[in-house]
């Protein structure tokens, strides 16, 4: 059975009701390290509120900022998935609207929120090659999955969603795991090459670049080949800024 927007979204969380005051909503944003969170009224999704939204609404509307809600300044029209809306399908709407995440509603109301990362995940399980040995998600947050994939003596991680300061750790725990395999029982070679896919990065900055260069030198330690592939956008232009494009060993895509 095809899979829903149901069974890959998170639980409801960055939401604020209608009547929340403006400051408040602002010192959430910042607590919770995000960038918009979710209106809601008993429950139903009234829409989102930017940061954008918080400083343009507060300067047009004349008034105070602590005299404002988040009914006052928010985007009633925002996105918004079905909560038994088919992958595919929210997967091209979020595309669509450029969007990393998106409010799930059953009906109208919040029920959770879904990223791009994990619908994109969605669509290729179930499409793996016969001859490859599939393993669980290496490790996984809301902003960050990578996939171990081993055939032969070739693991690949595919890394799905951000590389940031927040998910280095996880990024850098996952090539550790898959380096360990370098050294197989009775100190036989396992993994002779570890090949990071970003073709499903979306979003990577400096700290992407500190992680690639602490797996480069476990990886040297370890006798194993550090391969990266399907380098494009942030972490193309990261790299690039950084001086490092010509530090790695690429494969074009």
Not at 205 to 225: C, G, I, P
Request: with cysteine; net charge negative.
């Amino acid at each position: 059975m095809a899979k829903r927007v149901r069974d890959v979204m998170m639980p409801a969380q960055w939401a604020v009701p209608t009547t929340c005051p403006l400051p408040e909503a602002a010192r959430l944003m910042r607590i919770w390290d995000v960038h918009e969170i979710f209106v809601v009224d008993r429950g139903a999704l009234r829409g989102v509120l930017r940061e954008i939204d918080i400083a343009v609404g507060a300067i047009a509307s004349g008034r105070p900022p602590k005299l404002l809600t988040a009914a006052d300044c928010h985007a009633p029209d925002a996105p918004r998935l079905a909560v038994d809306q088919p992958v595919d399908e929210a997967l091209a709407y979020m595309r669509l609207h450029h969007l990393r995440r998106a409010p799930v509603v059953d009906n109208d109301q919040l029920v959770g929120a879904a990223w791009t990362n994990d619908l994109e995940l969605a669509t290729q399980q179930g499409d793996s090659d016969p001859g490859h040995h599939e393993e669980a998600p290496t490790m996984t947050t809301p902003l960050l999955k990578i996939n171990a994939t081993t055939h032969d003596t070739t693991t690949t991680l595919t890394v799905v969603g951000e590389l940031d300061l927040s998910t280095m750790p996880l990024f850098i725990e996952a090539i550790n795991r898959a380096l360990d395999a370098g050294a197989g029982a009775d100190g036989d070679r396992g993994v002779d090459v570890v090949t990071i896919d970003a073709a499903l990065l979306t979003y990577a900055d400096s700290s992407a670049v500190q992680a690639l260069l602490q797996a480069q030198s476990a990886a040297n330690e370890n006798e194993t080949k550090l391969l990266l592939t399907n380098v494009h956008g942030s972490l193309a232009r990261t790299l690039a800024l950084c001086g490092m494009d010509q530090t790695f060993a690429i494969i074009p895509a």
